[in-house]
């Protein structure tokens, strides 16, 4: 089995990176179309020809040409022609190899299939659809097959802007010999999504690729806005909730809390303290694997509004490195240690700032019932609810604040989520 190299064949021909349909007649390029039903695969591009196989609804192809109502494919063990219209192009997704140790690249889509190469752990690659069992079709370079699809993780873009005065090459791979797709002018607004060795992968507008991560910053809010509410969601829509959790991660009650979200399905924010991140990186990438949401609490826990403006910056920077290099992306969101705030604080923040609608104070009464008590006494769509991850009474009481307020109509989504 090959290991598939970071670089040495990443994304050397993507153009549209992110976006979808790669061309045809790129050079090196892969293009990834879904049989819609069964077909059968002739050796030339005409039904006179010999037959030599037949490929099922549902299995994704490569394709290498297209004309006059026929598409020559590839699959895992058959080349030939099939009729074009049992074909539909696909648009993929880009994802992040979030398995520890990386991930297999397999023909088929079971651990028994022949074995493709090795996928590094935070690399990013393209999905183009499902197969049953827990399985996705991926392309890596100019390799395709399937992973398992829970060692994948759909990646949370956050904006930043270009810090180069004379602007930036938009470059078609993270090489300083990578292709110049453009210039980006100093201040643009990008997405970004992951640095690999100096490089950051963006987006601005139409324009996708690499620029050098050095040449990207924070943006400076202008309203420094905080939020301690939601937006409600428009007649008729289901109601939604915010769950939120401070202080952890905690070796003991956080993974509680996170086995009792996923028996409900229910997603949630946690907002970690920066020193129990990194003494807990395999929990954080926990909690990020399951789909929640991770925000920045600082590092030691401090009033913030207590502190030189050097001093925040240290403890809100401290911990979203921290972060960082758990799981490879930045927080979402802030929330300030007993919702502290100032003129001062607000200057530094880059991300918003959260605060809550309904505090359960579990925090001061550790009881598992009150928990449940302040929460029907106010909540109401788009209520922020604070709770905290390490106390055991709070993973107690969570599973009937669940129950509560699926029986009301609520749905659970986290804070970036029900700020829209």
Excluded at 29 to 39: A, E, F, G, P
Excluded at 319 to 333: C, H, R, W
């Amino acid at each position: 089995m090959k290991k598939i190299l970071p670089y040495a064949i990443f994304l050397t021909f993507l153009t549209g990176l992110f976006a979808g349909q790669l061309s045809a007649n790129a050079e090196g390029s892969v293009v990834i179309q879904k049989v819609i039903k069964d077909l059968v695969i002739y050796e030339e591009s005409t039904t006179n020809s010999a037959e030599i196989g037949k490929v099922s609804k549902g299995t994704y192809v490569n394709v290498t040409q297209a004309s006059k109502g026929w598409t020559h494919i590839q699959t895992s063990d058959q080349t030939g022609y099939v009729t074009s219209d049992g074909l539909v192009k696909l648009k993929s997704e880009g994802y992040l190899v979030i398995q520890k140790g990386g991930t297999t690249l397999f023909k088929a889509p079971s651990q028994n299939a022949q074995q493709v190469g090795k996928l590094y752990e935070g690399r990013v690659i393209y999905v183009y659809g499902t197969a049953p069992g827990g399985w996705s079709f991926i392309q890596y370079g100019e390799d395709t097959g399937y992973v398992a699809t829970n060692a994948l993780k759909k990646p949370v873009p956050t904006k930043k802007q270009i810090n180069a005065e004379a602007g930036t090459e938009l470059r078609l791979t993270a090489s300083p010999n990578g292709e110049v797709l453009g210039t980006l002018a100093n201040k643009t607004i990008v997405q970004y999504y992951i640095t690999l060795a100096g490089w950051a992968y963006i987006e601005a507008g139409d324009q996708k690729g690499y620029v050098k991560a050095s040449e990207l910053a924070n943006i400076q809010l202008t309203d420094n806005k905080v939020y301690n509410k939601g937006v409600p969601v428009a007649k008729g829509a289901k109601k939604r909730v915010a769950l939120t959790f401070d202080d952890g991660p905690n070796a003991k009650v956080t993974p509680q809390i996170l086995a009792t979200l996923k028996k409900y399905d229910a997603k949630a924010t946690f907002f970690m303290v920066g020193k129990n991140v990194s003494r807990n990186a395999t929990l954080v990438n926990q909690v990020y694997a399951a789909g929640h949401e991770i925000g920045n609490h600082t590092f030691d826990h401090k009033k913030l509004t207590t502190l030189s403006i050097a001093g925040v910056k240290q403890e809100v920077n401290g911990t979203s490195n921290a972060i960082y290099a758990a799981i490879g992306q930045y927080p979402t969101v802030f929330r300030p240690p007993y919702g502290a705030m100032n003129d001062q604080v607000r200057s530094v923040m880059t991300i918003p700032s959260i605060l809550w609608s309904i505090d359960t104070l579990d925090w001061k009464h550790h009881n598992a019932d009150k928990i449940l008590a302040y929460v029907k006494a106010s909540v109401k769509d788009g209520s922020i609810i604070l709770m905290h991850d390490i106390h055991q009474t709070t993973a107690n009481g969570l599973e009937n604040v669940i129950l509560y307020l699926q029986k009301q109509g609520y749905e659970f989504v986290t804070v970036s989520e029900i700020l829209q």
